[in-house]
């Protein structure tokens, strides 16, 4: 997509989970609208091989690699202090990293289910407590969390993941509200169903494709590329009062499916 309308030249933006898909997009849209970009993913070699995509195909891209665990505290406090050294602040953090683990409740056990709240809802937590207070303290910031429409209603074999996304988004209405007047703001973006790798194997089945796009008003999966205008807009001066909200880029779906 086009980042024509943003210039984001002499700010630093992490986006984790940046390695694909969506958080790849997000963090590819930036570069290319100026700002320096913190990539990231648990894997060296993912991150890598993701910067050596945005070098590829944004000219005199600003992309430095940070692989970490974003459920570990002790990373994410090393992660941030490796920012302030390269870049001197963190001016947006867009919190993507997540995942999926499809299970019923008759089997699901405590301990999965505990892991996937932890890396879908108590991560971004974690994210938000160390970006927050640095924005809090130097008065200004945006936090945007990458969210789910499952937030706002249930998928059979996605319990844990659903009530993650549903957490997360009070949880940025809770962090707005302790943010607000320090110049923070902090949103989120509700993807729908989506063309990355966390839909690979569902986009397999004929009927379910055919499904989506019959229930989906513009008739078609979301690309990655679709949330990244969304993104750059809540990291605009022209979002500055909006906060604690939650953009659904769903093509219309939950406002005729929920």
Known sequence: MSTDNYNYTGKSVLVTGSARGIGFAIAEGFARAGATVFVNDRLADSVSSAIDRILASVENANVYPLPFDVTEESA?????KEIEDKAGQLDICISNAGTQHRETVDTLDRETFSRIVDENLVSHFGIAKHAGAEMV?????????????????????????CSAKA????????????FGESG?????????FIETELTADIRKDQEVVDKVNGRTPVARWGRPEDLVGPALFLASDTSSFITGQTLYVDGGLTSVYI
């Open 137 to 161: 303290k130097r008065g200004g910031g945006r936090l945007i969390f990458i969210a789910s429409m499952l937030a706002l209603h249930g998928r059979a074999g996605l319990a844990p993941y």
């Open 184 to 192: 923070v703001t902090v949103n989120g973006i509700g993807p729908g």
């Open 167 to 178: 957490g997360l988004v009070n949880l940025i209405r809770v962090l707005s509200a302790e």
């Open 76 to 80: 994410v406090v090393a992660a941030f």
